[in-house]
Each structure stands twice: as structure tokens, then as C-alpha cells.
């Protein structure tokens, strides 16, 4: 509608106003607005409004305070409780551009007056403003508000009061500690309690969402006035509890570690087992909620990290999330646990079945590599957690308890032969696991040893990258996968080939110089040679392919020349009659009673395949130059030649000319079909010119075939040796239908004569007046009637002759058919 097409051009303008600067905003986009806000329609002033909101922070705090704040104080006093709604919801926007002092003098007043108005729909828009006001104004003027908030809370309108309970917690945020009251707070951790008729439930969200806010601005001395709030909430709903267990560490963190050892503990771990989407949400910042727990807790919280190591493939995000947050939870520990637990948990993770999860485990070993190798860090013994990290392990790993032994045995092995913590020994634990990454026999642990040493470069120490990774990893050139070789060029073209510190390693000269060499693909190439040099050798492997495949067709040209060449060197004569020989015996092997076996037969080639040979010899100092084409062209041709040899030379030079086209055969066909000594022809099958429909049946045969019917007449049985039905006496048939007819011509007489003896009647009772008409109408109807008497009379004549026809033709078919079995006979 229009309301849609206006809004629509004040966004278009307020983009516009954006690319133009303040003198052109002026004199081209706030007179337009302007204009609008003192229109005397109220659409225009509703639709100026938003606009004079979002001008505000492009023209300036003085634009503001002149010419904007004015409007807004004659717009909160329109007749139109529409016009001083949507007021009172673009005051924030301006007060923002004014500042406390001119916020406070200007604007302030205007407000407060529109917070009493009649009009619900206006309190309503104030307390959607109600943050925004508050917070452009000074702290000491802020206590003003909090007299009108509590009447809000406490409006008449059902919509006021829900407004005002979603919009608390940001208020309270917004002020001081101090101007919090007892009695003012209860109104926001009373929200649990609201029934119904009170507020909506969506209120309950509202306070879980605002929970954290409200504890930073009261501070953990409050803690007391809203623990009883969070545990309810913890329990409400599940939009409360998911809301809660993703700010659970913001509340920790304001807590610190007596208060959230005391009262948060309970909550987190009912949310690490809740649902999944409420067990993501506290997961996804485990590392803060561990960072504000002592190192006892610390330690026991281990096996929370191996249980969710160990989580099924339905939950695999849960792994992603905790090989994300490793990198933080290492500088939790001392080296001992990092040692025995940590690394582990890893390299565990490193060789998870999910992609993401184990790129994601790689990230951390540089840290733990640094950790281990760094003389401030505390080395002192911690706590002695021999047990609860047997237990956890145990519990952490599900379906794995082989692994779980062994990884706990390199660590007994370690903490024993690393008391001393030298470099040797601390690395140990992780070169180790690094070097059975290398030995993998699948090619996905190589591409995983090579995204380790991608992590670890320019994250440790050259020379303990160069010990650890470098002599290894140059090992790879030579992988049989392409893609441990093309990710190995990555790398060295990302880290090692332009570094000065590389430039005289014979080892690694020698790796590039074998992927520069790679026939494989030329992906790996590109990343050591130019475009000009990759060009030249694609174009050099072009080359050598067309020549193999040249030199391929050449050899089996050779071949098929050899065996057709003893076939190709009679005379045309000769080859026409090694080619009719052949078709000889090819028919042998063919069905014998297919029409089109001599005309379309493919057998008479072989005198074109020497012709096709010869050309092939003549050509073979040529075959080099070219690139296929020719002998493409050329067995083009040998086809159609051969084509061409098959309807010369085949057997329409020895037909009759006269029959060509038509059905009949020839007196030679005729003498070959019906000559039984002839075995030649019985071997070559059916010569024809065109499909015969009917053929000349010996005599013999016809004898044997009437002998056969004879018998199966005498003893009454048809094909199969099946019993013949008794045919019907066609003679008692005519005589019915004769009947018939004649019954339907007496009906038809009887009819007349009634009709007649009606018309004479009528007549007879005519007046006497008309006596010469009816006369006249009488002689007409009387000569009408003898007119029908005749047509039926004739109609009788030929019902009659038809009824002779038909009779006639059931002797003359009798007759036919005694005919017939006399020729027979």
C-alpha cells in the first residue's frame, strides 16, 4: 500500500544521505523530512518520524538540538495519539546526538509528560524507549526513571506491564548498585513467580536472558537476593536453562571461586547432563568455567574432558568443541598433567574419525610443545591425581580400553624416565605419538603429520621444528598418493621455498627437485615451475602422446595388413570368387531360412581389405605428420567402398533382369529351389531378389500333403491329432429365416388393410355440403392407397428375389465347396 511505498523511499534516502555530505544532506534530504513532519497529515508525520531517527547521527548533535528536538516536542503534543506513539520511539536516536546536559534539558521533560499519557498504546512506546533514554542521560538524573518504571510495572494495561517486566533487567543494567533498592529488585527476581494474569511466561526468558547483567551491576554481594531466582530459572523452561548454561561462565567469572564452588556447581553439572542442545551450550565455554576453578577441581574436571572425548558420531560437534578450546586448557595445567592427561586427550582427538575434529586437535601441539620446553613454566609436582585420572580415563573412553591401557602405560613409562624434566624427556611424550602419526599406513594419518608440521612452523623453534619435522617430512616426495605429495608442496611452497634459512638444505633441494619432476600431475609442478615451463610441458607430453598413439596405430595397421595380405593379390576375378566362397561358408554357421542373408551379408570384404591394406602401406611414411585425421578419412572411404563392392558384386549381376522389383522368380531359381541333388545351392540358403510370396512346391510334396489330409477326414480328427466339431445343417437355417420373412409380409398386408377401413369410415361421415371435396379427397386417398398397395407389392417382389439370391448363393457355395473336395479327392 502507500504506507509500504513511503517507508520503502525512506530507506532508499537515508542510504542516499549517507553517500552525500552534511551541506547536501541539508539542502537535499532533511528539507524533504522536515516538510513531511509538519504535513497535516498524520502518514506523513508517521513517516517522517523514523526518518528524523536515523538522520540524526549523520547531520550532527547541533542539527539535533536546533531543528530536530523542536519537532519532536510539537509532534508529542499532536492531537493524534498515532503521531506521539511513534514519538516517543525515535527519542533514543536523538538523545544519543544531544548528550546528558542537552538530553536532560531538551528532551527528558517532553518524555516524562508522554509516560502519563492516557493512551496505552503511548506508555507503551515509552517503555520501549525506556533504556535508550535512560541510558544517553547523566546517573544522578537516571533515579528519576525509576519512580515511572515501577508504575509501569504496575499499569493497567496487560501490554504495558509485559513490556516494562521484558525491559527490567536492561534498566537495572543501566544504573548504579547503589540506586538499586531492595524492594526495586524484588520487582525482577519476582518474575519466576508471576502468574498468568500478571505477565506472559515469554517474561521468564526475558529475566534468564538478562540474568548476567543484572549480577555484574548488582555484584556478588547481592548473591544472596538472587540465588533462589537462578536455581528456579535453571529449572523453568528450556529456552530459561539453555540461556543460562551458555552464560553460566560470565556468571562464574563475576562470582569468582569461593561463591561459584558454592552455589555453581550444582548448576553445571546438571547442565553437562541435560539435552544436547543445553549441554552445547555450556561446553562451548568449558575452558572459562575451568579457568575460574581452583587446580584441585581443575584435576577433577579431567574426566568431563575425556567423557566428552569419547562421545558418539551423533555428537561429534561435542568433540569439535572441546579440540577447539584445547590450546586454552593447556595453560590450566602443570606439566605433569599435561604429560600424563593432556596430551593423551589430543592425540586421541587427532585421530578421531571426523575431519574437522582431528584438524582441529592439531592446533594445540604447538602450544603443549612450548609448554613442556619452557623453564618458567611451574614444574613443581601437583597434587597427586594418580587415581582420578586412572577412573577417568577409564570412563572417558568407551569401546577403547586397549588404547586407554597403553596410552596409560607410556605415561607411567614417562613420568618415570621424566623426573628430571629435561627437554629430552618432556618432548618425549609427544615425539612419540608424532612419529606413529608418520608410520601410518593409511594415507590420511601422512596428510595429518603434514597439517602438524603446517601448525607447529613459526609457532616453535626452527631448530626444534627442523629435529622433530623437517627430515620426515621431506620423506614424502617420493609417497605413491598424490595427494600426501601435492599437500607436501603446498606446504614447502608456503614455508620453505622462499626462506633464507632453507636455501642451502641439500634435503630439502632434492624434494623439490623430485615433485618439480612429477609425471603424475601437473598441480604438483605449479607450484615450482613458471607458466611459461608448465606450457612446454604440457605441450611436450602432448606431443609424446600423439606419437605412442601414432606409433600404436601403425603396429596394428601392420597387423591387419599381415593378415589380409596373402588375400589381396589375385585378380579381381579371383577375389570375387574367394569372396563367394567365403559367403559359403559363412552361411553354414547363419539360420538358413533368413531372407536377407545374401544381399546384406558383410562377408564379401575381403577383397576390400587388401585394397584398404595397400593404402594403409602407401601411407606409412605419412602416418607421423598427421594427427589421426587422414586414417580416419581413409576408413571412411574403405567403407563405402566396401559397401559399394557389396551390391556389385553380390548376386544381382546373376539375376534376371526382367524380375527385378517384382514377386516372380526365375527360371533358374525355379530349377535350383526344386532340385533336391543340388547340395550347393541347399547349402547357400534361399536366393531371392525380393521376399517371394509364393514358391514352387515339388509335386511329391503336394502328393504327400493330400494323402495326410485324406487320413486325418477319414478318421474325423484335425491338426494335432485334436477331434473335429460337427459343422451345423445349414439347411435348417434358410428354412428358418424363410419362415421369418414371410411372417413379417403378412403383418405388414394386415396393417394396410386396417389403415384403409379407418380412411373409409371418415369419409362416410363428412357433411353433405362438402360432398364434391370428398369425393375428391376420397378418390385421392384411394388412389394413394393402391400407390402404397403397389410400393408394398413391389417391396414383397424384391424381399422375394433376395431371399432367391440368397438361397442361390448357398447352393453356389455348396457347390464350391463340393468342388474343391473333389479336386482334393
Known amino acids: 500500500d502507500a504506507m509500504e511505498v513511503r517507508q520503502g523511499a525512506g530507506s532508499s534516502l537515508i542510504i542516499i544521505a549517507e553517500l552525500l555530505n552534511k551541506e547536501e544532506v541539508y539542502e537535499h534530504i532533511l528539507k524533504i523530512v522536515l516538510h513531511m513532519a509538519h504535513d497535516d497529515s498524520d502518514d506523513q508525520k508517521i513517516t517522517a518520524l523514523p526518518l528524523l531517527g536515523d538522520l540524526a547521527p549523520i547531520v550532527g548533535s547541533a542539527v539535533c538540538k536546533n531543528y530536530l528536538s523542536a519537532d519532536l516536542h510539537a509532534l508529542s503534543q499532536d492531537n493524534s495519539f498515532r503521531v506521539r506513539k511513534a514519538t516517543v520511539q525515535y527519542f533514543g536516536p536523538i538523545c544519543e546526538q544531544l548528550g546528558n546536559v542537552d538530553a536532560e534539558e531538551c528532551l527528558l521533560p517532553i518524555f516524562l509528560s508522554l509516560c502519563n499519557d492516557s493512551i496505552w498504546s503511548v506508555r507503551k512506546g515509552c517503555v520501549e524507549s525506556f533504556v535508550d533514554v535512560s541510558s544517553s542521560i547523566s546517573s544522578e538524573s537516571r533515579v528519576k526513571l525509576i519512580p515511572i518504571m515501577e508504575n509501569f510495572l504496575n499499569d493497567s494495561s496487560r501490554w504495558v506491564r509485559n513490556t516494562a517486566y521484558e525491559i527490567l533487567g536492561p534498566f537495572i543494567s543501566s544504573l548504579d548498585s547503589s540506586q538499586i533498592t531492595s524492594d526495586f529488585l524484588k520487582y525482577f527476581t519476582s518474575i519466576p513467580h508471576l502468574s498468568s494474569a500478571e505477565a506472559d511466561a515469554d517474561c521468564t526468558n526475558h529475566c ?22 537462578y536455581n528456579i530459572l535453571c529449572r523453568k523452561t528450556f529456552k530459561s536453562r539453555k540461556t543460562l548454561a551458555c552464560s553460566i561462565h560470565e556468571i562464574a567469572s563475576v562470582l569468582g571461586k569461593e561463591l561459584t564452588e558454592k552455589y555453581l556447581l550444582n548448576s553445571i553439572e546438571f547442565f553437562l547432563k541435560d539435552i544436547d542442545d543445553i549441554r552445547q551450550g555450556i561446553i562451548k565455554n568449558l575452558w572459562k568455567i575451568l579457568k575460574v576453578f581452583n587446580e584441585k577441581l581443575r584435576i577433577e574436571y579431567i574426566s568431563i574432558l575425556w567423557e566428552l572425548a569419547s562421545e558418539s558420531d551423533v555428537n561429534w560437534r561435542f568433540r569439535l568443541l572441546l579440540s577447539q578450546q584445547l590450546d586454552e586448557i593447556l595453560y590450566l595445567y602443570g606439566k605433569k598433567i599435561i604429560k600424563q592427561q593432556i596430551i593423551p586427550l589430543i592425540f586421541q582427538l587427532c585421530q578421531d574419525r571426523m575431519a574437522d575434529v582431528r584438524y582441529a586437535a592439531v592446533y594445540p601441539i604447538a602450544d603443549a610443545i612450548n609448554i613442556l620446553m619452557d623453564p618458567v613454566k611451574d614444574t613443581e609436582d601437583k597434587p597427586d591425581t594418580n587415581t582420578t585420572t586412572t577412573s577417568t580415563t577409564g570412563d572417558g573412553n568407551d569401546g577403547d580400553e586397549e588404547s586407554k591401557e597403553k596410552d596409560n602405560d607410556d605415561n607411567n613409562k614417562n613420568e618415570e624416565n621424566n623426573d628430571d624434566d629435561t627437554e629430552e624427556g618432556n618432548l618425549e611424550c609427544i615425539t612419540k605419538k608424532i612419529q606413529t602419526i608418520y608410520k601410518g599406513r593409511t594415507y590420511s594419518k601422512r596428510l595429518l603429520y603434514i597439517r602438524i608440521a603446517d601448525s607447529c612452523f613459526n609457532r616453535i623453534d626452527t631448530e626444534l621444528f627442523n629435529k622433530i619435522f623437517l627430515n620426515d617430512l621431506l620423506n614424502y616426495a617420493n609417497d605413491k598418493i598424490f595427494n600426501v605429495r601435492f599437500c607436501l608442496a603446498r606446504f614447502i611452497d608456503k614455508n620453505l621455498y622462499e626462506n633464507e634459512k632453507y636455501n642451502d638444505n641439500q634435503a630439502l633441494l632434492k624434494a623439490i627437485e623430485i615433485l618439480k619432476n612429477d609425471e603424475e600431475d ?13 606450457d612446454e610441458w604440457v605441450k611436450f607430453q602432448k606431443q609424446e602422446r600423439h606419437k605412442k598413439e601414432s606409433l600404436q596405430r601403425q603396429n596394428q595397421q601392420q597387423m591387419n595388413g599381415g593378415m589380409n595380405g596373402g588375400m589381396g593379390n589375385d585378380d579381381d576375378n579371383k577375389g570375387n570368387g574367394q569372396r563367394s566362397g567365403h559367403q559359403q561358408t559363412k ?47 581413409k576408413s571412411v572411404a574403405a567403407g563405402l567402398e566396401s559397401i559399394n563392392d557389396n551390391l556389385t558384386n553380390n548376386k544381382l549381376q546373376d539375376m534376371d533382369i526382367k ?6 522368380l526365375s527360371e533358374e531359381m525355379l530349377k535350383n529351389q526344386t532340385d533336391a541333388t543340388n547340395l550347393d545351392y541347399m547349402q547357400q540358403g534361399l ?20 494323402e495326410e489330409q485324406k487320413k486325418k477326414e477319414a478318421n474325423n480328427t484335425g491338426n494335432y491329432g485334436l477331434p473335429v466339431e460337427p459343422k451345423e445343417d445349414d439347411d435348417t437355417n434358410e428354412d428358418q429365416e424363410q419362415a421369418k420373412q414371410s411372417e413379417e409380409l403378412e403383418q405388414e398386408e394386415q396393417d394396410i388393410v386396417m389403415k384403409d377401413d379407418e380412411e373409409n369410415n371418415n369419409t362416410e361421415n363428412t357433411d353433405k355440403d362438402n360432398t364434391d371435396n370428398t369425393e375428391n379427397n376420397t378418390d385421392d386417398k384411394e388412389e394413394n392407397v393402391s400407390i402404397e398397395n403397389m410400393d408394398n407389392a413391389d417391396t414383397e417382389q424384391e424381399k422375394e428375389k433376395e431371399n432367391a439370391d440368397s438361397n442361390g448363393n448357398v447352393e453356389n457355395n455348396e457347390a464350391e465347396q463340393a468342388s474343391t473336395t473333389e479336386d482334393k479327392e
Not at 208 to 229: C, S, Y
Open 687 to 706: 536366393i531371392h531378389q525380393d521376399t517371394p510370396y509364393k514358391l514352387n512346391i515339388p509335386k511329391e510334396l503336394a502328393e504327400e500333403d493330400e
Open 659 to 664: 524380375t527385378i522389383g517384382t514377386n516372380e
Open 587 to 633: 552361411s553354414k554357421d547363419s539360420d538358413l531360412d533368413s531372407t536377407d542373408s545374401s544381399l546384406y551379408s558383410s562377408s564379401d570384404s575381403d577383397g576390400n581389405d587388401d585394397d584398404i591394406g595397400d593404402d594403409e602401406d602407401g601411407d606409412d611414411s605419412d602416418s607421423d605428420d598427421d594427427d589421426g585425421t587422414t586414417d580416419k578419412l
Open 208 to 229: 534468564a536472558f538478562n540474568f548476567p547483567a543484572v549480577v555484574l551491576t548488582v555484584g556478588k554481594e547481592r548473591w544472596n537476593e538472587l540465588n533462589d531466582t
Open 522 to 534: 601437473v598441480e604438483i609442478k605449479r607450484f615450482f615451475m613458471t607458466t611459461g615451463e608448465i
